[in-house]
């Protein structure tokens, strides 16, 4: 990121695997059905530019809501069924889009296409009142993480 500050645009080289293709391909079917599922239309997320840092969830829903959608692994997406609840490696990403959308909550989408029709699509709800302490706990590591970059730009420039 330091490196993409200074020389003011994007790393020539990103990272992608057959997850990340398989969400890129899939994600419309379950932004679909989840639309259909509760009766609601979702517009795109776009990005929330919160000047040094960042935002763009998968799609705004009405004036409260955000949703970020996975499509994951039949294994990944029987593992959130089992839990009950999100999958615990994107909770960060989540508190996230409350806190730069400024929105009430996010909904946490698994799809999984080899799932019976009616178990492809689950949805687990976060809402923001019930995040206070983790907002603020981001907030203190993403202004660490700035200094972090301020640090490794003066490093590389002063090199």
């Known amino acids: 990121m330091a490196l993409e500050i200074i020389k003011g645009k ?3 080289f990103s990272f992608t695997n057959e997850h990340m293709l398989r969400g890129h391909e899939q994600e419309p079917i ?3 059905l989840y639309e259909e599922t509760n009766f ?4 795109h997320g776009g990005f929330f530019d919160c000047v040094e840092y960042g935002d763009s969830p998968d799609g705004l829903v ?3 809501g955000v949703i970020e959608i996975k499509s994951v692994t039949a294994a990944v997406h029987y593992a959130t069924l089992q839990r009950g609840s999100f999958d615990p490696s994107y909770k960060w990403q989540l508190i996230g889009h409350l806190d730069c959308t400024g929105r009430n909550w ?3 989408v698994s799809y999984c296409a080899d799932f019976p029709e009616n178990k492809q699509l689950i949805i687990h709800r976060l809402q923001r009142k019930d995040c206070d302490e983790e907002i603020s706990q981001l907030c203190i590591r993403r202004k660490d993480f700035l200094n972090l970059i ?5 490093i590389i420039q002063r090199g």
């Open 10 to 12: 994007k790393s020539e």
């Open 30 to 32: 379950a932004r679909r």
């Open 40 to 43: 609601v239309d979702i517009t």
């Open 62 to 64: 009405g004036n409260d």
């Open 106 to 108: 996010v909904d946490f």
């Open 150 to 154: 301020g640090e490794t730009i003066a």
